[in-house]
């Protein structure tokens, strides 16, 4: 009779980090029959002695974790880059791809001032922020930054909070408004919030705040709801529970860190709002990013929806973003199409019928005039190097 297969034991070393990840790897080990070792859930200490297949970890700022895995012969997979001087297989966010969808959202928003405000100086602060310049860069912005050193760090490690949030609150008072700020994640973002409330800057109307992660339980707990880029933090726990599950199979490890893109943003109400000064024009971008999924949407429609005659909103439009009506719903159909082609499977056709377009083909001409490419070259592209600007032609 044939012998069942052996039931594989993985340690879940996910400790100080974002529950996402914990959804990502139960989904896996439900669908492939694993046994999921879970002490340090509940100790957050390393389980020394312990013997199984395979770990899971996120090994953060923890030696002694990162000494017991390197210690360990079972095969690891580490979901972070926290820790790069860590020689273990790697699967990770596309920190690049975040902070250019992060720019992208301030950018058709209107906003000329923009903040970047880390979490520490590591790998993934830096590829995030870098993600957001070159996205602003290409749209002929700039950024600041609130440096790391604003933490207060006493001799024993400790984080003066209250010192911060007055450096904070201060910077904040002196920079230029309207202001866009992205944070590294929603922990970040909430404290932001928190020193505009206590230095009396309106959210969003004076700050508008984006963070990553998309973790309801904070974004919708604060005074002001919080947008967020949807971080796929249960898509990578399962692809590394999939490449760890190879190499316990014996599997050779990948010659490079798989990468895993967001998946959109979450609009709420921190962000929501055009930095603009003509109303009418803000208004009419609203009713852009409301309904270009209407194919039938067109320059004459936004007029009337915002009650002013077509040629003095298209003088107006033009004073404020550069360029004409007809432009603004042609970038918010193919930034809805550009993130439709970079987050999902979908097929060109459907996505084609999601974003306005009557055909297919309407959208294959429109996409390669604006990017020098069709969408499914684009689809390629983007999944090996990131998401490239629009060409103008």
């Known amino acids: 009779m044939p012998t069942s297969k052996k039931q594989k034991s993985v340690l879940l070393a996910l400790t100080d980090t974002h529950h996402g990840f914990y959804a990502g790897a139960a989904r896996y080990a439900r669908e492939h029959g694993w046994h999921l070792v879970t002490d340090m859930v509940y100790t957050a200490s390393v389980p020394l002695g312990w013997q199984g297949d395979g770990i899971l970890s996120f090994v953060g700022n923890r030696n002694d974790l990162a000494e017991f895995i390197l210690a360990n012969p079972a095969p690891t997979v580490e979901i972070s880059l926290v820790r790069d001087d860590i020689d273990v297989p790697r699967v990770a966010a596309d920190n690049q791809r975040i902070g250019r969808l992060a720019a992208g959202h301030f950018v058709e928003r209107g906003f000329r001032h923009c903040l970047w405000v880390p979490f520490q100086d590591d790998v993934p602060n830096r590829e995030r922020r870098g993600g957001f310049?070159?996205?602003?860069?290409?749209?002929?912005?700039?950024?600041?930054?609130?440096?790391?050193?604003?933490?207060?760090?006493?001799?024993?490690?400790?984080?003066?909070?209250?010192?911060?949030?007055?450096?904070?609150?201060?910077?904040?008072?002196?920079?230029?408004?309207?202001?866009?700020?992205?944070?590294?994640?929603?922990?970040?973002?909430?404290?932001?919030?928190?020193?505009?409330?206590?230095?009396?800057?309106?959210?969003?109307?004076?700050?508008?705040?984006?963070?990553?992660d998309n973790d309801a339980m904070?974004?919708?707990?604060?005074?002001?709801?919080?947008?967020?880029?949807?971080?796929?933090?249960?898509?990578?726990?399962?692809?590394?529970?999939?490449?760890?599950?190879?190499?316990?199979?014996?599997?050779?490890?990948?010659?490079?860190?798989?990468?895993?893109?967001?998946?959109?943003?979450?609009?709420?109400?921190?962000?929501?709002?055009?930095?603009?000064?003509?109303?009418?024009?803000?208004?009419?971008?609203?009713?852009?990013?409301?309904?270009?999924?209407?194919?039938?949407?067109a320059v004459p429609d936004v007029a009337e929806a915002v009650g002013i005659h077509r040629r003095v909103l298209e003088k107006a439009f033009r004073a404020e973003r550069g360029h004409g009506i007809n432009e603004e719903l042609i970038q918010a159909r193919l930034r809805a199409v550009v993130n439709r082609l970079e987050t999902t499977d979908l097929s060109v056709t459907d996505i084609a019928s999601q974003t306005g377009y009557t055909r297919p083909n309407h959208l294959f001409r429109?996409?390669?005039?604006?990017?020098?490419?069709?969408?499914?070259?684009y689809r390629a592209e983007a999944r090996e190097a990131g998401p490239r600007s629009p060409v103008s032609k």
């Not at 429109?366 to 070259?377: A, C, D, L, N």
Request: aromatic fraction near 6%; proline fraction near 6%; charge should be neutral.
């Open 133 to 212: 310049r070159q996205g602003l860069e290409e749209a002929g912005l700039s950024t600041r930054e609130l440096p790391t050193s604003h933490w207060e760090v006493g001799p024993d490690g400790s984080r003066n909070w209250a010192a911060r949030r007055r450096i904070v609150s201060e910077e904040l008072g002196r920079l230029p408004k309207p202001l866009a700020v992205f944070c590294y994640n929603d922990c970040v973002a909430a404290d932001i919030i928190a020193a505009c409330d206590q230095a009396g800057i309106a959210v969003p109307d004076e700050v508008a705040v984006l963070g990553v």
């Open 218 to 297: 904070l974004c919708e707990s604060i005074n002001t709801p919080l947008s967020s880029v949807r971080h796929d933090l249960d898509g990578m726990a399962y692809e590394a529970a999939a490449l760890l599950d190879r190499l316990m199979d014996g599997g050779e490890p990948p010659g490079e860190i798989t990468r895993v893109p967001p998946k959109g943003i979450a609009t709420r109400r921190s962000t929501d709002i055009v930095a603009v000064n003509n109303r009418k024009v803000a208004r009419a971008l609203r009713f852009i990013w409301d309904h270009y999924a209407r194919s039938t949407l």
């Open 366 to 377: 429109t996409f390669r005039k604006h990017y020098g490419m069709s969408p499914r070259e």
